[in-house]
């Protein structure tokens, strides 16, 4: 049977229709009921909940531990992202510098990737036993001389936090290098050919020509990344207790909402309250992200090249 223009347009439909239905049962419908329960004093040991309106928002803003919740994930999350964007900017530039020409680049990649193959959980018991009391971290120290004794560093705030960090930085830097790298290599290589030809240096071409045209990939990693950190949860769970020990030091918005939830009653209205938080948290930082990223001009960046080009011309040509 022939098939008419409209039967082909229902075709499309049907094919994207998978995705609607599970968008609207797995994305949609969630934020909804959560947004609901947010305003309802709902318990999952009781059958109906009442409407409160702000109440648990209020209690929320006046507890001590959200707060403290709030800036740990915040702290975590920075400490661990600069310096692994650093790292992935330094590395990508060079490996992709025409100039070093690098062999095995992909090995190199995949290297960096495997951290992130690795399950939450195994890392979390990997790192909780090399720094137990007796663990090997203890032992080569005081065997070597470095400490009189062995110490407790799940149990010292600061070097705990500095444990988390690390771990988020170790197994996500891999990835955010292969993101990088695949920005850098789609960058016309005639731009820094022209560049080399009127003499300008690694530097200069990285900042006028590289980061200008990378900013998309830039946006999407630092947006993705902010999710990912404001819902950090694995590796501070599993670490230590599994209730931001010690002292609360790596206790996060997530943890938090666990607890709520995992409480005698089951707060879920409560739990519901710091998931609403979150998630309006990290939709405003994530459209100031793109707010202050954005391409004010879109010709700007042709501006720029065409002036650095222009410029470096008009120096070595005599041309205006």
């Known amino acids: 049977m022939k098939l008419t223009g409209i039967n082909r347009n229902y075709y499309g439909y049907l094919f994207i229709m998978p995705f609607i239905i599970g ?36 209690v929320l803003f ?7 919740a709030l800036g740990n994930t915040w702290l975590l999350w920075m400490l661990n992202f600069i310096p692994q964007i650093g790292a992935a900017l ?33 890392v979390a018991a990997l790192f909780n036993s090399l720094f137990a009391f007796y663990g090997p971290i203890n032992q080569f ?13 799940l149990q010292n705030a600061v070097v705990t936090r500095g444990i988390v960090v690390f771990i988020q930085w170790w197994m996500w830097f891999g990835q955010t290098i292969i993101i990088v790298m695949a920005g ?7 731009l820094y050919e022209a560049a080399m030809v009127d003499g300008a240096s690694s530097g ?22 902010l999710v990912g950190g404001m819902q950090m949860f694995d590796i501070p769970y599993l670490l230590t207790d599994g209730r931001g020990a010690p002292s609360n030091s790596i206790m996060t918005n997530n943890i938090l909402m666990y607890m709520k939830f995992a409480s005698s009653r089951g707060h879920i209205g409560a739990a519901s309250a ?24 879109e010709s700007t960046f042709d501006k720029s090249i065409r002036k650095w080009f222009g ?10």
């Not at 006046?62 to 403290?68: A, R």
């Not at 120290?141 to 560093?153: C, D, I, L, Q, Y």
Request: charged share 15%; hydrophobic share 50%.
């Open 23 to 58: 968008f609207l049962a797995f994305g949609l419908y969630p934020i909804y009921n959560t947004l609901a329960l947010s305003f309802t004093d709902y318990t999952l040991m009781s059958r109906d909940g009442s409407f409160i309106g702000l109440r648990n928002f209020e």
């Open 62 to 68: 006046e507890d001590q531990l959200f707060m403290k």
């Open 90 to 122: 330094l590395i990508s530039a060079w490996f992709t510098n025409i100039r070093l020409r690098i062999k095995a680049v992909g090995v190199w990649r995949a290297i960096f990737y495997l951290p992130n193959l690795i399950i939450p959980a195994v």
């Open 141 to 153: 120290m005081v065997r070597s001389g470095f400490m009189p004794e062995a110490m407790h560093f």
């Open 184 to 190: 850098m290599t789609s960058i016309p290589v005639h």
């Open 204 to 225: 200069q071409m990285f900042r006028r020509i590289t980061l200008p045209l990378l900013k998309p990939i830039l946006i999407y990693i630092f947006v993705t990344s």
């Open 274 to 297: 710091v998931g609403v938080l979150v998630f309006i948290m990290t939709t405003v930082c994530a459209l100031g992200i793109f707010f202050f990223m954005r391409d004010r001009d």
């Open 311 to 320: 410029r470096k011309n008009g120096n070595g040509n005599g041309k205006g």
